[in-house]
């Protein structure tokens, strides 16, 4: 602005009196609010550089659940870890490195070889050789975990690849020294031995490691890729055994068939040799039964008693002839009775029997 203006604007300027004229200000001076501004502003560069500070230091560490943290001061591991929780740290001179705990899982299959960041590896699978020398490729899971009180120990000793220093050498080289025992043909039929003795040579082979770091979950025997031609020649031993199995269920069929009717013409011919028997037993039992009543009726016949008989008998046939005396009478023989027929009508034919 001008000079002149400004000595307009000095000599227009009143010296008291009502109205608030004394406070009137130059149109260019500094408002005050600004002054004040700028008493504080240390205070809050301050704030502002101490939390910049603490935003790139980060002195403090969070431990999850399934982690450890492996404190690192000056370049020199601690030999006890961090376990989960809230953790402070020396800026600039400690740091923490998080390491999982939970179970991990390296599986050799066909599928491309990558890593994710769910704790599972995905590696080749195991190429070796049988005991006559043929190529055969295993597939394998492998779960395992790394022992928390020992993570600093192991991560300062292999590193963070610790997994390729450890489980995939071992799990190599025990598949490889017990697949290398048996032929290509027995190795489907021996599967479950086989994944046992391959789950109890890692364990042997963990335990000898620095300090024992890792421990095993478990081992899947998930596949057993052999060489096309063995594949052919089991089949076709296969196809084999199940035609000879058939032709023995068939054999045992027929068998079992001529068996039951076998069996069942047994069982008639003794039940028609019992009926047999039952009728031969009954007449012998009848003819017992009526030779011992004609013994006991022989035992009670007298003379005198059979003569009585015939004379009631006589008399019943001269009662009979007084009512019908034209009757055919048989005598019955014995004692002074006559044997013959005799009829009535007839004299002629009337003879004395009397010899």
């Not at 899982?105 to 599928?111: G, I, K, M």
């Not at 975990?145 to 220093?165: C, F, R, S, V, Y």
């Amino acid at each position: 602005m001008p000079a002149d203006m400004n000595d307009y604007f000095k000599k227009k300027r009143p010296s008291g009196g009502n109205g608030g004229g004394s406070n009137m200000k130059m149109p260019n001076e500094t408002p005050d609010f600004i002054k004040n501004m700028g008493k504080k502003a240390g205070v809050l560069y301050a704030v502002i550089g101490l939390a910049l500070l603490l935003a790139i230091a980060k002195p403090w560490v969070i431990v999850n659940s399934g982690e450890v943290g492996i404190l690192k001061t000056l370049g020199k591991y601690q030999d006890e870890p961090l376990y989960p929780g809230f953790h402070l740290l020396i800026p600039f001179m400690q740091q923490a490195i998080i390491v999982d705990t939970k179970v991990r899982q390296t599986d050799y299959s066909s599928s491309d070889t990558v890593s994710d960041r769910r704790g599972i590896n995905q590696r080749p699978p195991i190429s070796i050789l049988d005991s006559r020398g043929l190529p055969v490729d295993v597939e394998l899971t492998v779960q395992y975990t790394l022992k928390p009180q020992i993570a600093p120990h192991t991560i300062a000793n292999l590193g963070m690849n610790w997994e390729d220093k450890t489980i995939n050498p071992n799990a190599r080289d025990v598949v490889r020294s017990v697949i290398g025992n048996y032929t290509a043909e027995e190795l489907p039929v021996k599967r479950n031995a086989i994944a046992t003795l391959i789950q109890q040579g890692m364990i042997d082979r963990l335990a000898k490691l620095d300090n024992d770091p890792i421990t095993l979950v478990a081992i899947q025997l998930r596949g057993i890729v052999l060489p096309e031609r063995i594949k052919e020649q089991i089949e076709r031993v296969q196809i084999a055994k199940q035609e000879a199995e058939r032709t023995r269920n068939e054999v045992e069929r027929t068998k079992q068939e001529a068996m039951k009717v076998a069996e069942k013409a047994r069982g008639e011919a003794e039940a028609k040799r019992i009926e047999a028997q039952g009728i031969a037993d009954k007449r012998t039992i009848e003819a017992k039964a009526e030779a011992q009543a004609n013994y006991v009726i022989s035992k009670s016949l007298t003379k005198d008693l059979i003569q009585m008989r015939q004379i009631e008998i006589q008399g019943k046939f001269n009662d009979a002839l007084r009512e019908n005396k034209d009757a055919k009478i048989f005598l019955t023989p014995g004692g002074s009775t006559p044997n013959i027929w005799l009829d009535a009508k007839d004299p002629q034919k009337m003879t004395s029997a009397n010899r």
